[in-house]
């Protein structure tokens, strides 16, 4: 049982490069999520689709697209990776994004730009 | 935007007991939740109040007043293991998580 993956683990990357985070979980869930977490900051929602085929901005979107082809992957594109963006990288999901379901997240990735 | 406060840290001694406050001003609520997060790892779920009251989980339990806005985890028998960030997350209107940025509690021998 997988759960939620995602990859890299971690990555070194340029300022101005293009990089895809992915996201593959295998539950079956309808919702997905991609959190940041910054020191002192807490987890802040870039975006979400609460089902396949649908997208929504979270909080902090700017710099970030996504796409959801299909249920189980949801992945996290950076056009051009600014230093801001070093970050923690969580994606997540739930069996229904509009109702009261618990989130699940997988294990991280950890991005530096420099 | 929503406003979930909690505080920075907190250090107990193995055996006793710590409550992690949580005081949250929303657009709507659809529940409130506590993630336990370990050093380099992801959160994990601990519980779930959307109803006003104590709910108990083993040596875990978590309590909410909706109308006063808000929520304390109570962590029991506190074990070393415990040592770690917890973050209360409150569901809005929009059925969107937002989470405080985190409780650190150092459980010391």
């Known amino acids: 049982i997988a759960g939620i993956t995602q990859a890299p683990t971690s990555q070194i990357l340029a300022a101005g490069r293009r990089m895809t985070l992915r996201c593959t979980q295998d539950m079956r869930h309808n919702a997905m999520y991609w959190y940041r977490q910054d020191l002192g900051l807490g987890l802040r929602l870039i975006h979400y689709?609460?089902?396949?085929?649908?997208?929504g901005k979270g909080e902090v979107p700017d710099g970030y697209s996504v796409s959801r082809a299909n249920t189980d992957d949801f992945p996290l594109t950076l056009a051009s990776a600014v230093p801001s963006q070093t970050s923690v990288y969580f994606c997540?999901?739930?069996?229904?994004?509009?109702?009261?379901?618990?989130?699940?997240f997988g294990p991280g990735t950890r991005l530096l730009v420099l | 935007g929503q406003n979930i406060d909690q505080p920075t840290e907190m250090t107990a001694t193995e055996g006793a007991i710590v409550q992690i406050n949580c005081t949250y001003q929303t657009s709507g609520f659809n529940g409130l939740f506590w993630y336990q997060q370990h050093a380099g790892e992801a959160p994990t779920f601990l519980s779930y109040n959307v109803l006003d009251g104590l709910e108990e989980k083993g040596r875990f339990s978590s309590f909410l007043s909706r109308s006063k806005g808000y929520s304390y985890l109570l962590l029991k028998e506190l074990q070393m293991k415990d040592s770690a960030s917890y973050l209360c997350a409150v569901r809005d209107g929009d059925y969107k998580l937002s989470f405080g940025a985190g409780t650190t509690v150092t459980v010391r021998a």
């Open positions: 689709s609460n089902t396949a085929g649908t997208t």
């Open positions: 997540a999901s739930s069996a229904a994004g509009g109702r009261q379901e618990t989130q699940y």
